[in-house]
Antibody, heavy 116, light 112 residues
Framework: QVQLVESGGELVKPGRSLRLSCAAS????????MNWIRQAPGKGLEWLAY????????MYADSVRGRFTISRDNAKNSVYLQMDRLRVDDTAVYYC?????????WGQGTTVIVSS | DVVVTQSPLSLAVTVGQPASISCRSS???????????LNWFHQRPGQPPRRLIF???NRDSGVPDRFSASGSGTDFTLKISRVEAEDVGVYYC?????????FGQGTTVEIK
């Protein structure tokens, strides 16, 4: 069945880096844009970034542009989110989803806590 | 950024009664291909959101037909014809027309 499994979330200090992964299965990965969305504790949803099937079309929200980098490895059916210069307000559950604009499928999320 | 505003922010409904959530966007949501990317999601505590409705009024597979949605331009509505206990949680509308795609603040539905 169609599945997205995020990993890589952990407790990290402000200013450090973290790389999240999302492993996809059950569908033709190369056919789809992929997205990262996050949800801070007790808050709403924020779309962070998307990447097209080849990795050449990428967009970021202003809140993460210049600090976060989305990428994908089509050979591994995986999408990544490299998060640099992390801040306390980056604390959230991070979800990968697809397709772009429609977000039909979501992973269970991975939790990132940024705290000193 | 397109601001998406939901109302009400919370709703207490008796089982079997109807419920309605409004979603308004600060800009029209018709994309260049003619589609309107306004989607609705339901989230239970500790769970990822689940999409209910896509492109204004299309119900996802497995979504009960007591859920319906409509709208155009900047005004959209999600309706539950007869609320059931399993419908509690937070409902979000989301626009996927203008980048960055944005969500409403969420509407919390509880049972009276």
């Amino acid at each position: 069945q169609v599945q997205l499994v995020e990993s890589g979330g952990e407790l990290v200090k402000p200013g450090r880096s973290l790389r999240l992964s999302c492993a996809a299965s059950g569908f033709t990965f190369t056919d789809y844009y992929m997205n990262w969305i996050r949800q801070a504790p007790g808050k709403g949803l924020e779309w962070l970034a998307y990447i097209n099937s080849t990795g050449r079309d990428i967009m970021y929200a202003d809140s993460v542009r210049g600090r976060f980098t989305i990428s994908r490895d089509n050979a591994k059916n995986s999408v990544y989110l490299q998060m640099d210069r992390l801040r306390v307000d980056d604390t959230a559950v991070y979800y990968c989803t697809f397709p772009a604009r429609l977000a039909r499928v979501w992973g269970q999320g991975t939790t990132v806590i940024v705290s000193s | 950024d397109v601001v998406v505003t939901q109302s009400p922010l919370s709703l207490a409904v008796t089982v079997g009664q109807p419920a309605s959530i409004s979603c308004r966007s600060s800009q029209g949501l018709v994309y260049s291909n003619g589609f309107t990317y306004l989607n609705w999601f339901h989230q239970r505590p500790g769970q990822p959101p689940r999409r209910l409705i896509f492109k204004v009024s299309n119900r996802d597979s497995g979504v009960p037909d007591r859920f319906s949605a409509s709208g155009s331009g900047t005004d959209f509505t999600l309706k539950i014809s007869r609320v059931e206990a399993e419908d509690v949680g937070v409902y979000y509308c989301m626009q996927g027309t203008h980048w960055p795609w944005t969500f409403g603040q969420g509407t919390t539905v509880e049972i009276k």
